[in-house]
Nanobody
Framework: QVQLVESGGGLVQAGDSLTLSCAASGRTFSGYAMGWFRQVPGKEREFVAAISRLGYSTDYADSVKGRFTISRDNAKNTVYLRMILLKPEDTAVYYC?????????????????WGQGTQVTVSS
């Protein structure tokens, strides 16, 4: 089992940048592919980005391509989401998730463990 704790959320203005972190504890971090999702009230959880166990492969939602970058540091048991050129529509609670199988998945139900989320609010 792995425990995930997100941090780095906050209130920013449109066009600003923000980096989210997700610290993992428990089982070997490099044994998990990781993903970032986001959710606004009344809507389903939405895929944002994913990264393979060793970071060689990544995938992004079309809405964030070119603006968001997912990365990981297995020595620090941490996955990051660097977000630039933020838009008001990026406002959401952002969650990180871990999955045992080393595939890049966009469906939330494919992930085994979740963090508690961190709020990102982008004002116009």
């Amino acid at each position: 089992q792995v425990q995930l704790v997100e941090s780095g959320g906050g209130l920013v203005q449109a066009g600003d940048s923000l980096t989210l972190s997700c610290a993992a504890s428990g089982r070997t971090f490099s044994g998990y592919a990781m993903g970032w999702f986001r959710q606004v009230p009344g809507k389903e959880r939405e895929f944002v980005a994913a990264i393979s166990r060793l970071g060689y492969s990544t995938d992004y939602a079309d809405s964030v391509k070119g603006r968001f970058t997912i990365s990981r540091d297995n020595a620090k048991n941490t996955v990051y989401l660097r977000m630039i050129l933020l838009k008001p529509e990026d406002t959401a609670v952002y969650y990180c998730a871990a999955k045992r199988e080393n595939t890049l998945e966009t469906m939330p139900e494919r992930y085994d463990y979740w963090g508690q989320g961190t709020q990102v609010t982008v004002s116009s």
